[in-house]
């Protein structure tokens, strides 16, 4: 059974940066896409970002091109999520997701989309 754990979240100012880490356990990693996901209080949980099992496909949400970055080290069983230039509205718990299917190419921005979640870590972003 696959299990994700988030950390790297904290309190930063805006402007700041963070990066956040998912490791992933009890099955091989570098089959699957990963992705991350954010739900701020009274909202619901909206894609943030995901790569595909070989690195070789990313995809942002719009507000967060050109700000975060997505990656994975596959040798660690790890992906990354580099956040900067952060702002207020970026306060969100941040999770981590997977997929139950080997080598797809798309990266879905549904929750339906994944199957297994970590339990998140929190990001606040002070003004």
């Known amino acids: 059974q696959v299990q994700l754990v988030e950390s790297g979240g904290g309190l930063v100012q805006a402007g700041g940066s963070l990066r956040l880490s998912c490791a992933a356990s009890g099955r091989t990693f570098d089959k699957y896409t990963m992705a991350w996901f954010r739900q701020a209080p009274g909202k619901e949980r909206e894609f943030v970002a995901g790569?595909?099992?070989?690195?070789?496909?990313?995809r942002y949400a719009d507000s967060m091109k050109g700000r975060f970055s997505i990656s994975r080290d596959n040798a660690k069983n790890t992906v990354y999520l580099q956040m900067n230039s952060l702002l207020p509205e970026d306060t969100a718990v941040y999770y981590c997701a997977t997929v139950m299917k080997a080598y797809i190419v798309e990266i879905y921005s549904a929750t339906f989309g994944y199957d297994t979640w970590g339990r998140g870590t929190q990001v606040t972003v002070s003004s």
């Open positions: 790569i595909t099992w070989s690195g070789g496909k990313t």
